[in-house]
């Protein structure tokens, strides 16, 4: 929200508070914080501190190499509503005072607060100044009702969700340094670098194609090697260099704003930092990596439709682990009421069994929304189980179901009664949940537990994806559940996994769909899907095959769409593509549904290294090549993984322009070698894309292509990329049934050499010449 007209000028109707100075700079009771007091002018005489607004800021830290500021105008009210910050403790800040200045270091960050005039906190690690907030920096913002800040609403008002404007805003200005480059806040499709943009932090359901995003965050990573992250859970604008181009200003409605900056160095270690701040991704099953496939939206189907997909894809070696019913398993009208439509599906708990036997997983189709015709809205409106109006009656409306309501999950009772009812579909063979919606949310409504309703159009979602989730490790255990969930906030990553929501069928869109992927991923999110082919719209055969090979290159892969089906035989019909071609949609989709069985031992390594440590699958270059300035815009490639580069294509013709940071890769695909530290430009057929290991890596694979869940140590294929240094790596191989172990791989210019266990067999390959090993050792001249 921008506040200011050019420099100098304030916009009619505003009227801005600035803390000018710190008049005092005081340890807290416990002598584990600071508190200044900063007046909205310098004081100079005592006659100045009459009749004068002060802004308290009170700084402290959560976590080494964590600070955090909170600025309050007035105290007297109730506080915004903020995250859960499970990783939160105490005890890790020193404070030192002095006649110049006062300080709060924690690990390596330090904040330096400077007493008198002009305000000045500087942020500093290792004796460089991070970020800072400076003259007019920190200021509280009135607007009266002509104000010219924005055409009035925050959101989409065509929708009913949107938020007017507040009478009151706090605002905090860090500056940018040069060359100093954004990322994150959330899954945004527009370009992955954040300068220049006006980003606010409002869920919504718009689309892939707008400035809408599903799951926003708060948090923002610098290139500079900290993070920023906004503790509130409402409505957060931010101005990325787009109001004062030397700052990034995040303003929030109210009398109290609290951000923490994060330490760390590297890219890498602030998303470590932050994700223990706010919780890591749960570890994900296994079986989830491998072939989602679903009956699409608006399609007709019933269980022979569904068994005729299956076993077509059987017949033609396409490995399926999931099968989802979306919406219509349930009656039109009664969204969501958990009820199978006997019409269609009449003994369900026998077809889930038969679908069991064919070794799959079932997903379903659901949302937090009770459409009126429901059986179980009279009782939900009885119990007083669903967000209300002011006036007590229930709040509904006729977009999407008629008449639906909410349910109010800041009810006990009413979260335990919504999960009742997913426990009953476990019970009949129903394996995880797909949580679509919890974007359209009102702020005109009234919570049980007296909650914030603009702080709960956001903090909605992690409440409905933490009761499903809750069910679902509750039936299946912890590191067997999964959800396949559109919208999020802060604390979503702890709720794997999420996908892009309603793209079109594109190549465009398949673009942006990458980019609010690694968005999404620099905001501490490990594991993302998308639906391939697009959503929205029929996709021709050849986005549809280039989606294929980005959708089974990406952590979790599912083909879905709207009004259509997505098996591949469909697209080479209306091609008259003969299916054993190898450029038919049948034969890529299991050139690339094999490749990814191949590659599971690696992939759930990443996937644990999410868990662990809150690094994404999918990982930008300018995460993973943070010293490369050449990486710092890249968006339309990633790494999966530590070491493998992947660039799409996007083209009907089937060119596609990347970069390869310096150093020699490896093509996995063919063998080739090529030296990096430039751009390239290839043609790929659609059974091919750039697919790159760099140099000195060590992949782990396996040749079972029929199911991504299986003991990865019982024949290990340990692929090695030498570099031309001689060294040693070690690579641990990780099963879902928790067993392990460690290989050593080294070479130096004449061979190339790898221990490990010898009560299992595995196997060297270097160059295209793989060798079991004997006694726990195999050896490759090079």
Same mark, same amino acid.
């Given at each position: 929200?921008?506040?200011?007209?050019?420099?100098?000028?304030?916009?009619?109707?505003?009227?801005?508070?600035?803390?000018?100075?710190?008049?005092?700079?005081?340890?807290?009771?416990?002598?584990?914080?600071?508190?200044?007091?900063?007046?909205?002018?310098?004081?100079?005489?005592?006659?100045?501190?009459?009749?004068?607004?002060?802004?308290?800021?009170?700084?402290?830290?959560?976590?080494?190499?964590?600070?955090?500021?909170?600025?309050?105008?007035?105290?007297?009210?109730?506080?915004?509503?903020?995250?859960?910050?499970?990783?939160?403790?105490?005890?890790?800040?020193?404070?030192?005072?002095?006649?110049?200045?006062?300080?709060?270091?924690?690990?390596?960050?330090?904040?330096?607060?400077?007493?008198?005039?002009?305000?000045?906190?500087?942020?500093?690690?290792?004796?460089?100044?991070? &970020?800072?907030?400076?003259?007019?920096?920190?200021?509280?913002?009135?607007?009266?009702?002509?104000?010219?800040?924005?055409?009035?609403?925050?959101?989409?008002?065509?929708?009913?969700?949107?938020?007017?404007?507040?009478?009151?805003?706090?605002?905090?200005?860090?500056?940018?340094?040069?060359?100093?480059?954004? *990322?994150?806040?959330?899954?945004?499709?527009?370009?992955?670098?954040?300068?220049?943009?006006?980003?606010?932090?409002?869920?919504?359901?718009?689309?892939?194609?707008?400035?809408?995003?599903?799951?926003?965050?708060?948090?923002?990573?610098?290139?500079?090697?900290?993070?920023?992250?906004?503790?509130?859970?409402?409505?957060?604008?931010?101005?990325?260099?787009?109001?004062?181009?030397?700052?990034?200003?995040?303003?929030?409605?109210?009398?109290?704003?609290?951000? *923490?900056?994060?330490?760390?160095?590297?890219?890498?270690?602030?998303?470590?930092?932050?994700?223990?701040?706010?919780?890591?991704?749960?570890?994900?099953?296994?079986?989830?990596?491998?072939?989602?496939?679903?009956?699409?939206?608006?399609?007709?189907?019933?269980?022979?439709?569904?068994?005729?997909?299956?076993?077509?894809?059987?017949?033609?070696?396409?490995?399926?682990?999931?099968?989802?019913?979306?919406?219509?398993?349930?009656?039109?009208?009664?969204?969501?009421?958990?009820?199978?439509?006997?019409?269609?599906?009449?003994?369900?708990?026998?077809?889930?069994?038969?679908?069991?036997?064919?070794?799959?997983?079932?997903?379903?189709?659901?949302?937090?929304?009770?459409?009126?015709?429901?059986?179980?809205?009279?009782?939900?409106?009885?119990?007083?189980?669903?967000?209300?109006?002011?006036?007590?009656?229930?709040?509904?409306?006729?977009?999407?179901?008629?008449?639906?309501?909410?349910?109010?999950? &800041?009810?006990?009772?009413?979260?335990?009664?919504?999960?009742?009812?997913?426990?009953?579909?476990?019970?009949?063979?129903?394996?995880?949940?797909?949580?679509?919606?919890?974007?359209?949310?009102?702020?005109?409504?009234? *919570?049980?537990?007296?909650?914030?309703?603009?702080?709960?159009?956001?903090?909605?979602?992690?409440? *409905?994806?933490?009761?499903?989730?809750?069910?679902?490790?509750?039936?299946?255990?912890?590191?067997?559940?999964?959800?396949?969930?559109?919208?999020?906030?802060?604390?979503?990553?702890?709720?794997?996994?999420?996908?892009?929501?309603?793209?079109?069928?594109?190549?465009?869109?398949?673009?942006?769909?990458?980019?609010?992927?690694?968005?999404?991923?620099?905001?501490?999110?490990?594991?993302?899907?998308?639906?391939?082919?697009?959503?929205?719209?029929?996709?021709?055969?050849?986005?549809?095959?280039?989606?294929?090979?980005?959708?089974?290159?990406?952590?979790?892969?599912?083909?879905?769409?709207?009004?259509?089906?997505?098996?591949?035989?469909?697209?080479?019909?209306?091609?008259?593509?003969?299916?054993?071609?190898?450029?038919?949609?049948?034969?890529?989709?299991?050139?690339?549904?094999?490749?990814?069985?191949?590659?599971?031992?690696?992939?759930?390594?990443?996937?644990?290294?999410?868990?662990?440590?809150?690094?994404?699958?999918?990982?930008?270059?300018?995460?993973?090549?943070?010293?490369?300035?050449?990486?710092?815009?890249?968006?339309?490639?990633?790494?999966?993984?530590?070491?493998?580069?992947?660039?799409?294509?996007?083209?009907?013709?089937?060119?596609?322009?990347?970069?390869?940071?310096?150093?020699?890769?490896?093509?996995?695909?063919?063998?080739?070698?090529?030296?990096?530290?430039?751009?390239?430009?290839?043609?790929?057929?659609?059974?091919?894309?750039?697919?790159?290991?760099?140099?000195?890596?060590?992949?782990?694979?396996?040749?079972?292509?029929?199911?991504?869940?299986?003991?990865?140590?019982?024949?290990?294929?340990?692929?090695?990329?030498?570099?031309?240094?001689?060294?040693?790596?070690?690579?641990?191989?990780?099963?879902?049934?928790?067993?392990?172990?460690?290989?050593?791989?080294?070479?130096?210019?004449?061979?190339?050499?790898?221990?490990?266990?010898?009560?299992?067999?595995?196997?060297?390959?270097?160059?295209?010449?793989?060798?079991?090993?004997?006694?726990?050792?195999?050896?490759?001249?090079?």
């Amino acid at each position: 929200m921008k506040f200011t007209d050019g420099f100098w000028q304030i916009r009619p109707g505003v009227e801005v508070l600035y803390a000018q100075e710190a008049y005092d700079i005081e340890r807290s009771h416990d002598g584990a914080a600071l508190q200044i007091t900063a007046p909205t002018k310098a004081i100079g005489t005592r006659g100045d501190t009459l009749n004068r607004p002060v802004l308290t800021v009170s700084i402290h830290s959560p976590l080494p190499d964590v600070i955090g500021v909170t600025i309050e105008h007035h105290q007297g009210g109730r506080p915004p509503l903020g995250f859960s910050l499970p990783g939160a403790t105490s005890g890790h800040a020193k404070v030192d005072l002095d006649e110049l200045e006062g300080t709060l270091t924690s690990g390596s960050l330090t904040l330096r607060a400077t007493r008198g005039a002009p305000w000045s906190l500087s942020f500093e690690s290792e004796g460089r100044v991070l &970020t800072s907030s400076g003259h007019r920096s920190v200021g509280y913002a009135g607007l009266q009702r002509d104000a010219q800040v924005d055409p009035g609403v925050v959101g989409p008002p065509r929708s009913g969700m949107a938020l007017p404007l507040a009478e009151n805003y706090l605002h905090e200005q860090l500056s940018l340094d040069v060359g100093e480059v954004i *990322y994150g806040l959330g899954e945004r499709f527009g370009p992955l670098v954040k300068n220049g943009q006006t980003v606010d932090v409002w869920n919504a359901d718009g689309g892939t194609s707008s400035e809408q995003a599903y799951k926003n965050v708060p948090f923002y990573l610098s290139s500079r090697g900290y993070g920023v992250l906004v503790d509130n859970a409402g409505h957060v604008s931010f101005e990325v260099g787009s109001e004062a181009v030397e700052r990034v200003q995040f303003s929030v409605p109210g009398e109290r704003l609290t951000y *923490y900056v994060i330490g760390g160095g590297s890219p890498e270690a602030v998303l470590e930092r932050y994700t223990q701040l706010v919780g890591r991704p749960a570890k994900v099953p296994a079986w989830s990596y491998g072939l989602w496939l679903s009956t699409s939206f608006t399609t007709d189907y019933e269980e022979s439709t569904v068994n005729e997909f299956i076993d077509a894809m059987t017949e033609r070696e396409l490995p399926l682990s999931v099968f989802h019913f979306d919406c219509f398993w349930m009656r039109e009208f009664n969204w969501s009421d958990f009820t199978w439509d006997a019409r269609t599906f009449p003994e369900p708990e026998r077809m889930l069994a038969r679908l069991h036997e064919k070794d799959l997983r079932v997903s379903v189709w659901i949302n937090p929304y009770i459409g009126q015709r429901s059986h179980l809205f009279a009782e939900a409106k009885e119990r007083g189980f669903l967000v209300r109006k002011p006036n007590g009656d229930v709040w509904q409306w006729d977009k999407w179901q008629a008449g639906m309501a909410l349910v109010d999950f &800041t009810n006990r009772e009413a979260t335990a009664w919504y999960q009742d009812k997913l426990r009953g579909l476990i019970e009949q063979g129903v394996d995880c949940f797909k949580t679509d919606f919890g974007e359209r949310i009102p702020v005109d409504v009234v *919570y049980a537990d007296g909650s914030d309703p603009v702080g709960m159009h956001n903090y909605y979602t992690q409440l *409905y994806n933490e009761a499903v989730f809750e069910v679902l490790e509750e039936a299946r255990g912890e590191g067997d559940a999964v959800l396949f969930a559109r919208s999020a906030t802060v604390g979503g990553q702890r709720l794997p996994v999420h996908w892009g929501g309603d793209s079109t069928s594109s190549y465009v869109s398949m673009a942006e769909t990458l980019r609010g992927g690694l968005s999404l991923a620099l905001s501490g999110f490990g594991f993302w899907s998308h639906d391939i082919g697009g959503f929205e719209g029929m996709p021709d055969a050849g986005v549809f095959k280039r989606w294929v090979a980005f959708g089974l290159l990406s952590s979790h892969s599912r083909l879905h769409g709207s009004s259509s089906y997505r098996v591949p035989w469909v697209f080479d019909e209306a091609d008259g593509l003969d299916e054993s071609d190898p450029q038919s949609a049948v034969s890529v989709l299991r050139s690339f549904t094999h490749l990814k069985l191949q590659l599971m031992p690696y992939l759930y390594a990443a996937g644990l290294d999410a868990h662990e440590r809150g690094i994404p699958i999918m990982r930008a270059m300018a995460l993973a090549f943070p010293d490369d300035p050449s990486c710092a815009y890249l968006e339309r490639q990633y790494l999966l993984g530590e070491h493998l580069l992947v660039a799409p294509v996007f083209s009907a013709d089937g060119e596609v322009e990347f970069y390869l940071p310096a150093g020699r890769w490896t093509s996995l695909l063919d063998g080739s070698t090529v030296d990096g530290g430039a751009w390239r430009r290839e043609r790929h057929g659609f059974d091919s894309l750039p697919l790159y290991v760099r140099e000195g890596a060590v992949i782990a694979r396996h040749d079972r292509v029929d199911r991504p869940d299986h003991d990865y140590l019982d024949g290990a294929v340990l692929s090695a990329y030498p570099s031309a240094v001689e060294t040693t790596t070690r690579v641990t191989v990780r099963t879902p049934g928790g067993a392990s172990a460690a290989f050593d791989v080294s070479w130096d210019a004449d061979e190339v050499t790898a221990t490990g266990p010898n009560d299992t067999p595995w196997s060297l390959e270097v160059a295209g010449t793989r060798v079991a090993a004997s006694g726990g050792a195999a050896r490759i001249a090079r």
